[in-house]
């Protein structure tokens, strides 16, 4: 990226400029010591002066409110108005004519800083008195935040906009409006001289400072160190970041920088403008302005932006024209366009290029005949989503889905959604789901169906996330996508997101991750663990079978010590790109096969993946194919690769499911399982009426609610179930039972066992009497010996079908002792003669024991 100035060759001001910020698109406001406000409009080439503000009056900054570059539409607080602060302690709240709206005297002593927050609500300043203090936006104070001995020369909102970010000395303090025990001061030293300049981003969550030690450093929300520059030859007198957070320019004498969200420097600029006092970006994050020293007001725009799509190449060679190469032909097309370029996006053969006021939309097949759609109010994009079918365009009042023949399809919004705090990282897409992380509520991830534009799902996580990304892979009849999280703690989780049903359940990959890349055409993920490159080749394995899992990731020893905050550009082929901190271009490679194992697995072509198998002989290969062939029950490969690994437990599963065949409904379930899906196996038992091998397989997955929720439904093996969880809760260090349908049906199954007991005691007492003596052996002491009746009720339990391979089989063993116990113990039955020498069906039937179940 370079920068390119537009700079008059004598100074509109005629002393120090001291401010500059943007009204509109085309429209930037300067203030300076020669007590002048002037308006420069650059479509126009032109400048006007707005007002004179008397010769008492010094403005030190000025400033719009953020929402007015979205245009008059958006119903934005403020928008209105224009704040100017002042020397002698007083800020001006101006019109857009130029007219004074009030003056308050807010400090004593100069005003240093002062700025609106994000939705133009508020005001901020400080001063050289060392207070910070919030204002209305009518000029109405709040609170005074702080009181610090020494000037403070910078005070910003926090990216949440719940707190202020100020400097005092050489220290940082980051204050929280409301008071409470959660919300701390955090203070801690940043340069070893005065800090002179602050910024932070609402969009990327970063701060950056300069100072008089010659530095700009960046920091992370609790002032954790990301970068640090050498030392320059002068102070950094100003900092700004672009409202996409990827990008800040740093100010100097004589000196502007360009650099990324991790500090490292693009392009060096030495304009002859003294020092800049003063940066200010546009909405579309294109070009900033600058304020002189010399007095005069400076517009760098951004060129040489650069976005790829495999051998295709485009670059933003000027602001208005843009220039496609494609290397394997060696061709190049120019595009020229009637407005300014403001954002690129290049991905599945689509080419769109966003401009002030219009889309336009190129196939690669045919770049000189584009799609060109008007875009209305949507002119403040600020990303771009791609799918193989459908884009998303982000920014300005809404979130609009288009497709490729420039036909808008439906406009997504959530209650209190901000998108001037979406970046990259809390936005994902794929052709069937788009996801988005909550600005307002960083524990909640919506999921939206691109076709209507309706909320599909609402994902809530304990911790907030910070990355989230949907797999890309686009194979014949896949529907189904991984969602990767990555969350404020660095543990990164993933879970199914199917496009009928609900997603399935998230679980744990790893810790210690900091950045995160999906591959560009295969379900695999390349992360950065503790300063090393990882590769999980298939990280769906967790929903398959876990034990594959050490089988299908590699840590890249070849690539390590990256430092600190590095980044995942791209991943295609089996090559990664990173870029270090320091700003360094590091390329690493993974398995060169595993992309083509994906390929041929997917569409069915298993012998191809095994013959790779074959030839690399890896135990990566070994695993991921198994995973894939346990997925597709694809039996004898799966056989063979986990032989080849050397998991025979598995080999014998397989076997037994083979053995099988001839039960269907068991196969089928087996298969089930084998590929990962309990859900299924469960539904395949239901439909078949194995009640128990259901209630089985559910314990041995250790769902006991849904066992004991089966088990009472079909009045089977609900014994089996507490007895079972009681053993669980023992091997758990005896925890207590915290499942309430657990807890009642103890109790229940207790109080009938009472009554059940009390009945058959009712009933031996009345048969006691008619019991004949001869029926007794007695012995010489007269005690009297119980001889079991061969004529009594066993009751014993009749022996079910034969479990499910692989599932614990549960019997009613103690059922059937209590049963016996009952018919050894009790009297025998009486010989009535009139009756035949036999009990009657009626007596039979009193004496029975009801089942438990």
């Not at 929300?221 to 320059?232: A, E, L, M, N, R």
């Not at 399935?504 to 991750?513: D, G, H, P, V």
């Not at 055409?521 to 967790?542: K, T, V």
Request: charged fraction near 25%.
């Amino acid at each position: 990226m370079k920068l390119k100035f537009t700079l008059d060759p004598k100074p509109r001001h005629l002393d120090v400029a001291t401010g500059v910020s943007w009204s509109s698109s085309d429209t930037i406001y300067s203030a300076g010591d020669d007590h002048q406000i002037l308006a420069w409009n650059l479509g126009k080439n032109e400048t006007v002066r707005i007002t004179d503000l008397g010769q008492e009056v010094f403005p030190t900054g000025i400033s719009w409110p953020p929402k007015a570059n979205t245009g008059p539409s958006t119903g934005r607080k403020g928008g209105d108005l224009l704040l100017i602060t002042a020397a002698d302690g007083y800020f001006h709240l101006l019109g857009r004519g130029g007219r004074v709206e009030k003056s308050v005297q807010g400090h004593k002593g100069a005003i240093l800083s002062g700025c609106w927050n994000s939705d133009g609500s508020e005001i901020v300043t400080a001063g050289e008195d060392g207070c910070v203090k919030v204002w209305s936006r009518i000029g109405m104070l709040r609170t005074t935040l702080n009181q610090c001995p020494e000037p403070v020369y910078a005070a910003v909102w926090s990216p949440d906009g719940q707190a202020v970010v100020h400097t005092a000395g050489q220290s940082i303090v980051i204050k929280p409006i409301q008071s409470g025990p959660k919300k701390q001061v955090i203070r801690w030293k940043a340069h070893d001289g005065v800090i002179l300049c602050l910024a932070s981003s609402s969009t990327s969550g970063l701060f950056v400072s300069g100072a008089e030690d010659c530095r700009y450093k960046v920091w992370d929300p609790t002032g954790k160190p990301i970068y640090s520059s050498g030392v320059h030859i002068h102070p950094i007198t100003s900092v700004n970041w672009a409202p996409a957070g990827d990008l800040f320019a740093v100010g100097s004498f004589n000196t502007i920088r360009l650099c990324d969200r991790y500090g490292w420097s693009h392009f060096l600029d030495k304009p002859k403008v003294g020092s800049v006092y003063n940066i200010s970006w546009s909405a579309d994050g294109t070009q900033f302005a600058g304020a002189g020293a010399t007095g005069h007001v400076f517009l760098a725009s951004v060129i040489e932006r650069k976005v790829s799509w495999t051998t295709y190449e485009a670059t933003l060679a000027s602001r208005r024209t843009v220039t496609v190469a494609e290397f394997t032909n060696n061709t190049e097309d120019r595009l020229d366009f009637r407005d300014r370029v403001v954002k690129m996006a290049f991905d599945y053969g689509y080419l769109i290029c966003i401009t002030v006021t219009q889309l336009y939309l190129y196939n690669v097949s045919n770049v000189n005949t584009p799609t060109i759609c008007e875009l209305r109010e949507n002119n403040a994009v600020s990303l771009i989503l791609q799918s193989p079918n459908n884009f998303v365009l982000c920014g300005g009042v809404t979130v609009s889905v288009w497709g490729y023949d420039g036909r808008p399809m439906s406009n997504i919004r959530w209650p209190g959604m901000k998108l001037e705090f979406l970046s990259r990282d809390a936005a994902t897409m794929s052709g069937e789901t788009i996801a988005f992380i909550d600005q307002t509520d960083g524990r909640i991830i919506r999921m939206f169906d691109p076709g209507s534009g309706k909320q599909e799902q609402e994902i809530k996580i304990k911790h907030g996330a910070k990355i989230i990304a949907l797999s890309r892979e686009e194979y014949p009849g896949s529907t189904d996508r991984t969602l990767a999280i990555l969350d404020k703690n660095n543990d990164l989780s993933i879970m199914v997101v199917k496009k009928y049903g609900s997603p399935s359940e998230r679980k744990l990959l790893a810790t210690m991750i900091s950045t995160i890349m999906w591959h560009r055409e295969a379900p695999m993920l390349a992360c950065i663990r503790d300063g090393m490159l990882r590769i999980y080749y298939y990280p769906h394995i967790l929903y398959i079978d876990t034990t594959l899992l050490d089988f299908t990731w590699e840590d890249r020893e070849t690539i390590s010590d990256l430092g600190r905050a590095p980044e995942i550009l791209a991943f295609d082929s089996n090559r990664i790109s990173i870029r270090k901190a320091d700003g360094v271009l590091v390329v690493g490679t993974g398995a060169a096969f595993m992309s083509h194992i994906h390929r041929h697995a997917n569409i069915g072509k298993f012998s191809e993946a095994k013959r790779i198998c074959n030839y690399v002989n890896s135990k990566f290969a070994w695993g991921v194919t198994a995973g894939l062939a346990a997925l597709k029950q694809e039996l004898s490969i799966a056989e063979k690769c986990y032989s080849e690994l050397g998991l025979y437990d598995k080999v014998l599963f397989i076997q037994d499911i083979k053995a099988n065949s001839q039960d269907e409904p068991t196969r089928r379930s087996l298969l089930s399982i084998l590929s990962g899906n309990m859900q299924d196996a469960e539904n395949i038992l239901l439909q078949n009426g194995r009640f128990q091998h259901a209630v089985e397989l559910n314990m041995t997955c250790c769902n006991w609610e849904r066992a004991l929720e089966l088990a009472l439904q079909h009045n089977v093996l609900v014994e089996s179930v507490l007895k079972g969880r009681k053993e669980y809760l023992a091997d758990l260090k005896n925890q207590s039972e915290k499942i309430q349908l657990f807890i009642d049906t103890e109790k229940k199954l207790g109080t009938s066992t009472k009554k059940k007991t009390k009945a058959v005691a009712k009933k031996r007492e009345k048969s006691a009497p008619s019991i004949e003596s001869e029926e007794f052996n007695t012995s010489g002491s007269g005690d009297f010996s119980l001889q079991p009746n061969p004529m009594s009720l066993t009751s014993k339990v009749g022996k079910e079908p034969d479990s499910i391979s692989g599932i614990t089989e549960e019997t009613n063993e103690d059922q059937q002792q209590t049963m016996e116990s009952f018919a050894l113990s009790r009297p025998p039955l009486k010989t009535a003669s009139d009756k035949g020498g036999q009990n009657t069906a009626e007596e039979e039937k009193e004496l029975e024991v009801d089942d438990f179940y």
